[in-house]
């Protein structure tokens, strides 16, 4: 752990940070995580004064990063276990798991009933990582499943061929076209209202007229569904509540 006086705005404050040397590491890179803390990594050969430079020369985003990192809501971190909670198509649900039931083949299953999500499993134990991927398959399903209606739904209404598109474990972006047309969507669309998954599927589409975010592909949203902006401004707070990583969520990163 070392400390660097920062100075932005008139204010001058020591932030700690956690050094991280690894072999072979190219390159300082900097990450505030979501509780605020500053982590910084560099190869063990990197002297500490590059290193302290560069924190001064990061210093106005390292501050304005902590800053919002601490004054957002912290989202509790997924247990991967027995009332873990999840967004699922905009409704929280809890996570029960029920262990030693007979399953015939199967060693485990994953349903959502009642608003519940049930995960059934054939042993007396099962260990987060586990649960995890049984999560994220069972999102991933069904993602493709709303996706295999609405796209061609949309595309119709467009007057589109319907385009190939997969389902993609990304945190990147919530969807994406390429430049041969084929589309793309991450698995955690499947925790959105159904509402955005519509605009998100509206606006890829869109790209296969308009490759761009011009002004004639804002007017083709618009005409489809003039409340897109709106739905836009909601994708953007589902962000944090829709991640369905393992282990705990970075945000920004600053990389020499
Ligand atoms: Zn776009």
New binding site residues.
């Given amino acids: 752990m070392g400390n660097i006086v920062l100075e932005s705005d008139g204010k001058v404050q020591t932030m700690p940070y956690t050094l991280k040397r690894r072999n072979g590491k190219r390159g300082i890179t900097i990450r505030i995580f979501a509780d605020g803390s500053v982590v910084v990594s560099a190869s063990s050969r990197e002297p500490i004064a590059n290193i302290e430079a560069f924190l001064l020369l990061k210093q106005e985003w390292i501050m304005k990063k902590v800053a919002l990192m601490r004054s957002r809501p912290q989202l509790p971190q997924h247990t991967w276990t027995d009332g873990d909670v999840f967004p699922f198509f905009g409704n929280l649900v809890p996570l029960r798991i029920e262990r030693d039931v007979w399953l015939g083949r199967k060693t485990s299953s994953i349903i959502v009933q009642d608003n519940e999500m049930i995960i059934m499993t054939a042993s007396q134990d099962i260990d987060q990582k586990k649960v995890h991927d049984l999560v994220i398959a069972f999102y991933r399903e069904r993602a493709l499943s709303i996706l295999s209606d609405e796209i061609p739904r949309r595309a119709s209404e467009l007057g589109l061929p319907v385009p190939s598109f997969s389902v993609i474990d990304c945190y990147g972006r919530w969807g ?2 390429s430049s041969s047309k084929k589309l793309s969507f991450a698995v955690r669309i499947a925790t959105l209202p159904v509402r955005l998954i519509e605009y998100l599927v509206l ?2 589409l869109a ?1 296969l007229v308009h490759f761009n ?1 011009g002004s004639e592909f804002k007017a083709l949203l618009s005409s489809r569904m003039p409340d897109w902006r709106k739905r836009q401004k909601e994708l953007y707070e589902m962000q944090a509540l829709s991640d369905l990583r393992l282990y705990a969520s970075q945000s920004g990163s600053s990389v020499r």
Avoid: M, R, W
Wanted: aromatic share 0%; with cysteine.
């Fill in positions: 994406s076209c606006h890829e790209h975010h």
